[in-house]
């Protein structure tokens, strides 16, 4: 899985675990930028939204909005994707990758909403994870976007992020979930998987993490942070 590589790197990042109380902190301090975080996928209702996340698999957010502006205009409910087909679903997607087992599985998961749960998405994570194409990572963000549930799905920026911090460290991404879910404390469990992947994105990024402008540098355990450049 896309993970196994960085896995290898990850262990060990840290000098230590972040305290709770750093992470509280360290959430504050997120938050006073961004109080209330939202997912950078465009959509207009839970159905596109489920279709959005399975899309994302690998693929950018930007990347995915692009191919899913114009279906999103005319494609609202499972049973319009069920019309609009196979094929047809693969015109709008093709630029992005995995794009045939991704147009497969949006139109199997779309039968089963229609056949099986009246059309809507449902509520529960277990349940979207028996839908074709929906694992933990996409289950988790269906759950916690719609319907407002303390789940954090571990993707690659959540990953790289609790790792270098010490923040929950982990192997593998249900690992570093399970230290999120234990160690971030309400309030800020919540939003933690929008605020860890905008972190990852935008500043602690993979290859050139920006720590001497990182809003939380002092509360970091990254090894090889760069330290912030003295106030003045
Ligand atoms: S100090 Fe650097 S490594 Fe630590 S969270 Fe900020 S950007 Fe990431």
């Keep these: 899985m896309a993970f196994a590589g960085i896995q290898r790197r990850m262990t060990k990042l840290a000098r230590r675990q972040m305290t709770v109380a750093e992470i509280a902190e360290f959430f504050e301090r997120l938050a006073v930028a961004n109080p209330e975080p939202v997912t950078e996928l465009a ?16 693929a950018t957010d930007v990347g995915v909005n692009k191919a899913t502006k114009r279906l999103f205009e005319t494609v609202h409910t499972p049973q319009q ?16 990758g995995l794009f045939n087992a991704k147009a497969r599985n949006v139109i199997a998961l779309s039968h089963r909403l229609v056949n099986d749960f009246g059309g809507d998405v449902p509520d529960n994570r277990d349940t979207l994870e028996t839908l074709p194409g929906v694992g933990r990572k996409t289950a988790n963000v269906v759950v916690s976007v719609l319907f407002g549930q303390e789940t954090c799905a571990v993707d690659t920026h959540v990953f790289r992020v609790a790792n270098r911090t010490g923040m929950a460290p982990g192997k593998t991404p249900l690992l570093v979930e399970n230290a999120i879910m234990k160690r ?4 800020w469990r919540r939003h933690a998987h929008h605020w ?4 990852g ?19 970091c355990q990254f090894r090889a942070k760069m330290d912030a450049p003295a106030p003045g």
């Design 43 to 58: 959509y207009a209702n839970g159905y596109q939204l489920l279709v959005a996340v399975v899309l994302s698999a690998q």
């Design 184 to 187: 971030v404390k309400p309030p």
């Design 81 to 96: 994707m069920i019309d609009l087909g196979e094929d047809g679903l693969k015109s709008h997607i093709r630029t992005i």
């Design 201 to 219: 994105r935008y500043t602690c990024t993979a290859r050139s993490p920006k720590c001497a402008v990182c809003p939380v540098n002092d509360l």
């Design 196 to 199: 860890l992947i905008l972190h």
